[in-house]
């Protein structure tokens, strides 16, 4: 039997058993006791409620990746990439629009698989506990842009990277690694004018106490701020949330409507004030760097890979390419960037701990802060006690009750 099969299956169904005890443990370590930290803020219901949302969002997901496991084993096992390489050759378009084909045809494939399971959680899960406020049509408009958007941006790189190895072969990842850091750059730096104005209208925060007040702040930090925006979250969900997107003349602070509603100024401050830590702080930069560097990583170890009959053997290929070795690669580093996920979450959960601290340090209110992330967890039913396990593996922030914990123990 083949040996790449071999530990492609055993990685697969490896992940799915990991992910699956992870989960379980994750809903057992949830408590039946009201933390006291947020006595005031959740009624018994509405605890045992976000309990409820956790397992039946829990089970979806044990639905969804044993839908994804069991297909993609039939579509290795039956050869099912070969027919989709023949199927892609059969336009006789070029050696990268084969490519893009092929490319475009496995991820479709996938994207429809997925489907169902979106509908679930929209339609019925987030429907039954109140957030939902998507609409059929809205749903599948965000489906289409999604789509449109992937092939534009997605097709330029995988292009691109056929493109180089075709021209100059395994010694290429390097030029890879430089040309897909530069367009990463360049759609961060557009992101918040181009990219995404498509699913959300970006209106400009109205003169007001509010305004003032975020304004105020990040004068005295000798922050500035090129834009501050209400985005309409609202038309898709009632979940609140805030973050800042973009560099320099791009850069931008975005506000969920939801969130506007629901906290008061200085509780809003507050969480702008954690996000521009972040900024000082330089966080977006180091994220940044670690991905790049990560991503150069990669492109070396996909080198050694190329066009590996043995590999290609493993899905009952009968013609080898650089686009299919793009695919399979990505099956054999799924360790690996689990590896550099773990790493990268605890790093960011780090800085999520700094951040929490600037923002009390600096805008000096950190009872304001404190209710703010209660206000986000109660508002959406995040879990309170996840399971040590799942933060190690999954988290890229500290569990609420511990960021509160470490807030509070601060000085005033």
């Known amino acids: 039997m083949n ?20 989960e379980i443990l994750n809903i057992k370590h949830t408590g039946y006791v009201l933390p006291a930290e947020f006595e005031g803020y959740y009624d018994a219901q509405k605890y045992q409620r976000s309990q409820q949302y956790l397992k039946e969002k829990t089970f979806l997901a044990f639905g969804e990746d044993a839908a994804v496991l069991v297909f993609t084993l039939v579509l290795i096992l039956s050869g099912g990439f070969n027919h989709i390489d023949k199927f892609a050759r059969t336009f006789h378009a070029g050696y ?37 406020k998507t609409k059929p049509g809205t749903f599948i408009l965000d489906l289409i842009k999604t789509w449109i958007l992937a092939a534009v941006l997605g097709g330029i790189a995988f292009a691109g990277i056929i493109w180089f190895f075709d021209k100059w072969g395994p010694s290429a990842w390097s030029i890879c690694w430089v040309a897909l850091s530069c367009f990463q750059l360049f759609l961060v730096f557009i992101a918040p004018v181009l990219i995404l104005p498509v699913f959300n209208k970006f209106i400009p925060l109205p003169e007001g106490q509010l305004r003032k007040e975020i304004e105020d702040y990040a004068r005295t930090e000798n922050f500035r701020i090129q834009g501050i ?9 009632a979940k609140s949330n805030a973050f ?36 000082k702080m330089a966080h977006i930069i180091k994220h940044m760097t670690i991905s790049i560097l990560t991503e150069g990583l990669m492109l070396f170890i996909l080198s050694l890979f190329l066009n590996n009959r043995y590999l290609f053997g493993a899905f009952g290929m009968e013609r080898l390419s650089i686009h299919a070795s793009l695919v399979f690669f990505a099956f054999l580093y799924a360790p690996i960037n689990m590896i550099f996920s773990v790493i990268t979450n605890s790093i960011s959960r780090r800085h999520e701990y700094a951040a929490d601290t600037f923002a009390v340090s600096t805008y000096k209110n950190k009872e304001a802060y404190i209710r ?27 569990p609420v009750l511990e960021r509160i914990q470490a807030i509070a123990a601060k000085p005033p």
């Open 3 to 22: 040996i790449y099969l071999i530990i492609i299956l055993v990685i697969l169904i490896g992940k799915y058993i990991l992910n699956t005890a992870v």
């Open 96 to 132: 990268i629009m084969t490519g893009l084909i092929f490319i475009g045809a496995v991820v479709f494939i996938y994207q429809i698989l997925n489907i169902p399971f979106s509908l679930l959680y929209t339609f019925v899960l987030e429907e039954k506990y109140g957030f939902n």
């Open 372 to 398: 703010a992330l209660k206000k986000l967890s109660v508002d959406n039913l995040s879990n309170l006690t996840p399971h040590p396990l799942k933060v190690f593996l999954q988290y890229s922030h500290p």
């Open 244 to 279: 800042f997107t973009g560099f320099g003349k791009f850069r931008r602070i975005a506000l969920f409507d939801t969130l506007i509603a629901k906290h008061t100024k200085e509780e809003l401050v507050s969480i702008l004030a954690h996000e521009i830590g972040h900024y």
């Open 229 to 237: 925006f209400r985005i309409d979250a609202s038309r898709r969900s």
